[in-house]
């Protein structure tokens, strides 16, 4: 009887101490995986930026495209708090356009906070009533012939009898027409440079592509990954060069474009691609 009831007692004392270390144990695994309160890890920035990189004052509005992943802060510096991240290929919109401390203020999801403008690349930007002129200038263009040394084109832009022919291999091509032009040609009607250049169907030619390269009052340098809505991109080497207006898309891969690209194609509108030889110009007040 006596053993009986020690017996019962031990069993008893045993199970209690088994639920006890079970209950300990459950309580960790709670407390690991529901913690009362950690902040938010951001992502990793390095330190050398990239080559697809926004800087300058932008227009508020544009939209940026995140190349990695990239913090959004709640200040202009990497000590203040992360707020989120911004994953690859997202976008956001550009709240302020002067940066501080190369961060700019922008709206991700509904979320405000400042971000790294060298994580970026320029996606569009709210264009202006000038560059649309300029714009629609390109699109009247569009369909003319090559012509060497030339800028003349219809607001109308051109049909059977009038876009012209370009034949053999510039500069010493042969053009029957009347209207056309080549790619600098072309481009100082778009910008309308100098100022005096207003009529499409005055022939004008003011510019080569080795003015373009250079910078002055009317234009000047950017860089490739603020492009925007009629800017130009341009190259020259060895005396040879090519200038384009672009229209969108990604200034270092993919973008559509206008410009009087050569003899056999003309004046076209389309998609292409430029390799680091071409730099990124805009005109002066777009």
Partial sequence: MVASSIRAVVVRVASVAVFGAFASMVACVASDEFPDSEALRGADEPVESS?????????VGSTLRSTT??????????SASVLRVVPTGATVTVVQGAPSNGFYQVNHDGLVGWTSGA????????????IEAGMSKAQSAMGFGYWWGHGRFLPEGPNASNKGQCSGSCPSCTYVGSY?????????????????????ATDSHPYSTADFHGSNSQWGDITRGAVKRGDAMVYRSGGAGHIFIYSSGDAWGTMYTYECKGCAAGCVYGSRTADSSYKAIRRTGW
Avoid at 69 to 78: E, Y
Avoid at 182 to 198: H, I, M, Q
């Fill in 119 to 130: 994580y970026y690349d320029l996606v569009t930007v709210p264009s202006s009533p000038v």
């Fill in 180 to 200: 056309g032009g080549d790619c600098s040609g072309f481009v100082a009607k778009v910008w309308t440079v100098p100022s005096s250049n207003t009529n499409l």
């Fill in 69 to 78: 992943n990239v913090n959004l802060r709640s200040g202009a510096t990497t």
């Fill in 51 to 59: 080559s697809h990189a926004v800087s300058g004052t932008l227009v």
